[in-house]
Protein backbone atom coordinates (compact mmCIF):
# COMPACT_ATOMS: atom_id res chain seq x y z
CA UNK A 1 0.00 0.00 0.00
CA UNK A 2 0.86 3.60 -0.58
CA UNK A 3 3.09 5.10 1.79
CA UNK A 4 4.61 8.39 2.46
CA UNK A 5 6.75 8.96 5.55
CA UNK A 6 8.13 12.39 6.66
CA UNK A 7 11.03 13.76 8.49
CA UNK A 8 10.61 14.45 12.32
CA UNK A 9 9.56 18.14 14.52
CA UNK A 10 11.95 20.83 13.53
CA UNK A 11 12.63 23.75 15.78
CA UNK A 12 14.60 26.60 13.47
CA UNK A 13 15.04 30.35 14.87
CA UNK A 14 14.01 33.21 12.37
CA UNK A 15 15.99 33.60 9.73
CA UNK A 16 17.33 29.82 9.37
CA UNK A 17 16.40 27.16 7.24
CA UNK A 18 14.56 23.79 6.82
CA UNK A 19 14.38 20.81 5.04
CA UNK A 20 11.82 18.69 5.57
CA UNK A 21 11.68 14.92 3.74
CA UNK A 22 9.39 12.38 2.67
CA UNK A 23 9.80 8.88 1.16
CA UNK A 24 7.54 7.27 -0.89
CA UNK A 25 6.70 3.56 -1.24
CA UNK A 26 4.01 0.88 -2.47
CA UNK A 27 3.96 2.67 -6.19
CA UNK A 28 6.29 3.52 -8.69
CA UNK A 29 7.58 6.94 -7.47
CA UNK A 30 8.19 8.36 -10.83
CA UNK A 31 4.38 7.87 -11.92
CA UNK A 32 2.86 10.46 -9.63
CA UNK A 33 3.50 14.35 -9.08
CA UNK A 34 3.90 15.25 -5.49
CA UNK A 35 2.99 18.12 -3.90
CA UNK A 36 3.89 19.78 -0.16
CA UNK A 37 0.90 21.62 1.65
CA UNK A 38 1.21 23.12 5.04
CA UNK A 39 -0.95 23.77 8.04
CA UNK A 40 -0.86 26.67 10.47
CA UNK A 41 -2.67 26.19 13.82
CA UNK A 42 -5.96 26.55 13.77
CA UNK A 43 -5.99 27.13 10.10
CA UNK A 44 -6.57 26.01 7.09
CA UNK A 45 -4.48 23.81 4.60
CA UNK A 46 -2.35 26.33 2.25
CA UNK A 47 -0.76 25.09 -1.07
CA UNK A 48 3.28 25.46 -1.31
CA UNK A 49 4.21 23.78 -4.64
CA UNK A 50 4.10 21.01 -6.53
CA UNK A 51 7.34 18.32 -8.04
CA UNK A 52 7.52 15.96 -10.42
CA UNK A 53 9.55 13.16 -9.65
CA UNK A 54 10.69 12.22 -13.65
CA UNK A 55 11.76 15.51 -13.44
CA UNK A 56 12.10 19.28 -15.07
CA UNK A 57 11.09 22.07 -12.53
CA UNK A 58 9.17 22.37 -9.33
CA UNK A 59 5.71 24.92 -9.84
CA UNK A 60 6.07 26.83 -6.23
CA UNK A 61 2.72 29.44 -5.27
CA UNK A 62 3.70 32.57 -5.64
CA UNK A 63 3.63 33.38 -1.65
CA UNK A 64 6.80 31.13 -1.18
CA UNK A 65 8.83 31.98 -4.38
CA UNK A 66 12.13 32.63 -3.73
CA UNK A 67 11.96 30.97 -0.06
CA UNK A 68 10.99 27.53 -1.02
CA UNK A 69 13.15 24.83 -3.00
CA UNK A 70 11.89 21.22 -4.23
CA UNK A 71 14.31 18.26 -4.73
CA UNK A 72 13.62 14.66 -5.37
CA UNK A 73 16.06 11.59 -5.28
CA UNK A 74 14.91 8.93 -7.32
CA UNK A 75 17.51 6.42 -6.40
CA UNK A 76 15.79 6.56 -2.59
CA UNK A 77 12.04 7.28 -3.77
CA UNK A 78 12.40 10.81 -1.68
CA UNK A 79 11.42 13.99 -1.91
CA UNK A 80 12.46 17.13 -0.12
CA UNK A 81 11.34 20.98 0.62
CA UNK A 82 13.49 23.38 1.85
CA UNK A 83 12.01 26.47 3.31
CA UNK A 84 14.55 29.40 3.98
CA UNK A 85 14.36 33.03 5.79
CA UNK A 86 11.73 31.53 8.21
CA UNK A 87 9.80 33.33 10.16
CA UNK A 88 7.63 33.25 13.01
CA UNK A 89 4.35 32.66 10.82
CA UNK A 90 5.97 29.67 9.06
CA UNK A 91 4.88 27.53 12.29
CA UNK A 92 3.05 24.73 10.77
CA UNK A 93 2.18 21.14 10.12
CA UNK A 94 4.03 20.62 6.57
CA UNK A 95 3.06 17.53 4.28
CA UNK A 96 3.86 15.64 1.16
CA UNK A 97 1.07 14.80 -0.84
CA UNK A 98 0.68 12.24 -3.88
CA UNK A 99 -1.03 14.20 -6.62
CA UNK A 100 -4.12 12.07 -8.05
CA UNK A 101 -5.12 13.46 -11.92
CA UNK A 102 -8.49 14.58 -12.71
CA UNK A 103 -9.61 16.67 -15.72
CA UNK A 104 -5.61 17.11 -17.42
CA UNK A 105 -4.53 18.32 -13.97
CA UNK A 106 -2.96 16.48 -11.39
CA UNK A 107 -4.00 18.55 -7.99
CA UNK A 108 -6.10 16.42 -6.07
CA UNK A 109 -4.05 14.81 -3.06
CA UNK A 110 -4.85 11.28 -2.48
CA UNK A 111 -2.58 10.63 0.07
CA UNK A 112 -0.42 12.33 2.32
CA UNK A 113 2.44 12.15 4.79
CA UNK A 114 2.16 11.85 8.39
CA UNK A 115 3.05 15.47 9.20
CA UNK A 116 6.27 17.31 10.20
CA UNK A 117 6.42 19.89 12.63
CA UNK A 118 7.77 22.90 12.63
CA UNK A 119 8.07 25.48 15.10
CA UNK A 120 9.96 28.94 14.59
CA UNK A 121 10.95 30.22 17.95
CA UNK A 122 13.98 32.37 19.00
CA UNK B 1 -7.37 34.92 -6.99
CA UNK B 2 -10.49 32.41 -6.59
CA UNK B 3 -11.44 32.80 -3.01
CA UNK B 4 -13.71 29.73 -1.24
CA UNK B 5 -16.57 30.82 1.17
CA UNK B 6 -17.50 27.90 3.08
CA UNK B 7 -20.82 27.90 5.27
CA UNK B 8 -21.73 27.23 7.44
CA UNK B 9 -18.51 27.68 9.84
CA UNK B 10 -20.05 24.93 12.08
CA UNK B 11 -23.10 22.04 11.37
CA UNK B 12 -24.14 20.36 15.01
CA UNK B 13 -26.36 17.57 14.13
CA UNK B 14 -27.55 14.01 14.96
CA UNK B 15 -26.49 10.68 13.22
CA UNK B 16 -28.35 9.63 10.87
CA UNK B 17 -29.38 13.34 10.08
CA UNK B 18 -28.41 14.62 6.57
CA UNK B 19 -25.28 17.21 6.52
CA UNK B 20 -25.42 19.82 3.51
CA UNK B 21 -22.32 21.98 3.31
CA UNK B 22 -21.99 24.52 0.67
CA UNK B 23 -18.52 26.14 -1.21
CA UNK B 24 -18.71 28.74 -3.36
CA UNK B 25 -16.46 30.53 -5.75
CA UNK B 26 -15.02 34.15 -6.00
CA UNK B 27 -15.16 33.11 -9.53
CA UNK B 28 -16.03 30.12 -12.11
CA UNK B 29 -14.36 27.07 -11.06
CA UNK B 30 -14.14 24.53 -13.37
CA UNK B 31 -16.13 21.20 -12.28
CA UNK B 32 -13.02 19.20 -12.77
CA UNK B 33 -11.15 21.13 -10.65
CA UNK B 34 -13.56 21.37 -7.08
CA UNK B 35 -12.44 18.44 -4.40
CA UNK B 36 -13.23 17.85 -0.73
CA UNK B 37 -11.36 16.95 2.23
CA UNK B 38 -12.32 15.83 5.51
CA UNK B 39 -9.64 16.27 8.70
CA UNK B 40 -10.11 14.99 11.71
CA UNK B 41 -8.22 16.46 15.28
CA UNK B 42 -4.42 15.54 14.31
CA UNK B 43 -4.55 13.91 11.05
CA UNK B 44 -3.65 14.60 7.82
CA UNK B 45 -6.42 15.77 5.48
CA UNK B 46 -8.38 13.26 3.48
CA UNK B 47 -9.46 13.13 0.20
CA UNK B 48 -12.97 12.76 -0.02
CA UNK B 49 -14.47 13.79 -3.25
CA UNK B 50 -12.62 15.31 -6.96
CA UNK B 51 -14.22 16.59 -9.86
CA UNK B 52 -16.77 18.19 -8.06
CA UNK B 53 -18.69 14.69 -8.16
CA UNK B 54 -16.08 11.57 -8.14
CA UNK B 55 -15.89 9.57 -4.81
CA UNK B 56 -12.19 8.85 -4.08
CA UNK B 57 -11.10 5.38 -3.65
CA UNK B 58 -12.55 3.75 -0.19
CA UNK B 59 -14.79 6.62 0.68
CA UNK B 60 -18.65 5.39 1.76
CA UNK B 61 -21.79 6.45 -0.72
CA UNK B 62 -23.03 8.26 1.80
CA UNK B 63 -20.88 10.83 0.60
CA UNK B 64 -21.89 12.84 -2.72
CA UNK B 65 -20.46 16.24 -4.25
CA UNK B 66 -22.14 18.48 -6.81
CA UNK B 67 -22.59 21.59 -8.02
CA UNK B 68 -20.86 23.67 -11.34
CA UNK B 69 -20.05 27.22 -11.53
CA UNK B 70 -19.28 28.95 -8.39
CA UNK B 71 -21.36 26.97 -6.40
CA UNK B 72 -20.22 23.09 -4.65
CA UNK B 73 -21.98 20.95 -2.20
CA UNK B 74 -20.76 18.05 -0.15
CA UNK B 75 -23.88 16.16 1.12
CA UNK B 76 -23.75 13.21 3.33
CA UNK B 77 -26.85 11.98 3.46
CA UNK B 78 -26.87 9.88 6.75
CA UNK B 79 -24.65 10.84 9.26
CA UNK B 80 -22.44 8.33 11.25
CA UNK B 81 -20.40 8.99 14.90
CA UNK B 82 -17.19 9.40 12.53
CA UNK B 83 -18.70 11.51 10.40
CA UNK B 84 -17.50 14.71 13.27
CA UNK B 85 -14.57 16.46 11.46
CA UNK B 86 -13.45 19.56 9.58
CA UNK B 87 -14.61 19.42 6.06
CA UNK B 88 -12.68 21.91 3.17
CA UNK B 89 -13.27 22.50 -0.29
CA UNK B 90 -10.15 23.34 -2.84
CA UNK B 91 -9.82 24.54 -6.26
CA UNK B 92 -7.36 24.04 -8.51
CA UNK B 93 -6.56 27.29 -10.83
CA UNK B 94 -4.75 29.87 -11.81
CA UNK B 95 -1.75 31.27 -9.32
CA UNK B 96 -1.53 30.28 -6.61
CA UNK B 97 -2.82 27.34 -8.44
CA UNK B 98 -4.44 25.78 -5.85
CA UNK B 99 -6.70 27.27 -2.99
CA UNK B 100 -8.67 25.91 -0.03
CA UNK B 101 -11.60 27.23 1.69
CA UNK B 102 -11.65 27.94 5.39
CA UNK B 103 -13.64 24.92 6.00
CA UNK B 104 -16.94 23.68 8.17
CA UNK B 105 -16.65 22.02 11.23
CA UNK B 106 -19.58 19.48 11.68
CA UNK B 107 -20.08 18.39 14.94
CA UNK B 108 -22.45 15.14 15.88
CA UNK B 109 -24.33 15.11 19.00
Known amino acids: QVHLVQSGAEVKKPGASVRVSCKASGYTFTNYYMHWVRQAPGQGPEWMGIINPSGGSPSYAQTFQGRVTMTRDTSTSTVYMELSSLRFEDTAVYYCARGLCSGGSCFFFDFWGQGTRVTVSS | EIVLTQSPGTLSLSPGERATLSCRASQSVSSSYLGWYQQKPGQAPRLLIY???SRATGVPDRFSGSGSGTDFTLTISRLEPEDSAVYYC??????????FGPGTQVDIK
Open chain 2, 51 to 53: GAS
Open chain 2, 90 to 99: QQYGSSPKVT
